[in-house]
């Protein structure tokens, strides 16, 4: 069952390929069931929580919404302002995610021990690129803008991201756009000796639709704005735990 033992009522803002994938992973979530999905055309009803898998315009409407209504929502749509969570307090809870892939927040966290590898030596440059389908609108992509903080929270020389020129102090982040890709990305190391990647493709939308589900049963009865690593963390922060004998 889910929050107080009850089923726990969700709605989807979106009817695209993300909003598709949470309602095909449906069944394997007995704690959900499926209150409403709308498009920009529909009026979002009562609902325990809302996913937004809907467009970076319609974003800042659907926080307002749910703000005046108490509702608690994940935030799955991409390329919107960030600053919009400014207003967030603490009447209700904000999941956001970039990507609701459990190994995409693994992902965050080997970027953060590759920029703190980096800055062992300026020779040491890091960088990303990301690939997906033809049709995505923003570019760079929000999981490539995530594993990006990351990379920058562990090499402090590196202070900004650049998607065109490379300064010694940018980090180079590269987009294709092209073909059916559903995401593939890379955080690089190359150094004048050898190289390092750390590779990550998606081979079925199923992995965002159950990660969407799982954010949305986590952030019912929170208040406040946290991250899909925030959740990840309970279960990825113990792994990194080195034995002296390594």
């Not at 892939?101 to 980096?118: I, W």
């Not at 300064?167 to 756009?177: G, K, N």
Request: hydrophobic share 40%; charged share 20%; aromatic share 6%.
């Amino acid at each position: 069952m889910g929050h107080n033992g009850r089923v726990i009522q969700l709605g989807i803002f979106g009817k695209g390929r993300l909003a598709g994938a949470i309602v095909d992973q449906l069944p394997a979530h007995p704690s959900l069931a499926l209150a409403w999905q709308i498009d920009e055309t529909g009026s979002p009803q009562k609902a325990d929580v809302v996913v937004d898998a809907s467009l970076a315009n319609a974003v800042p409407g659907h926080l307002q919404w749910a703000m005046e209504t108490g509702t608690n929502i994940v935030i799955g749509a991409t390329g919107w302002d960030p600053s919009i969570l400014d207003k967030v307090g603490k009447e209700i809870g904000v999941l956001v995610a970039p990507n609701f892939s459990l190994t995409v927040a693994f992902a965050q966290r080997l970027a953060l021990v590759l920029g703190r590898y980096a800055a062992l030596d300026s020779e040491n440059d890091p960088y990303i690129v990301e690939h997906h389908h033809r049709k995505k609108a923003d570019a760079p992509s929000g999981t490539a803008k995530a594993l990006a903080e990351a990379v920058l929270k562990g090499c402090p020389r590196k202070t900004i991201v650049s998607t065109t020129t490379h300064e010694p102090h940018e980090l180079h982040v590269a987009s294709i756009r092209a073909g059916h890709e559903f995401g593939f990305h890379t955080v690089g190391l190359d150094a004048p000796g050898e190289t390092l990647k750390l590779e990550h493709q998606v081979r079925s939308r199923a992995v965002f639709g159950d990660g969407a589900l799982r954010a949305g049963e986590w952030i019912v009865g929170k208040k406040g704005v946290y991250t899909f690593s925030d959740m990840a963390g309970e279960v990825l922060n113990p792994i990194f735990k080195i034995d002296k004998e390594f």
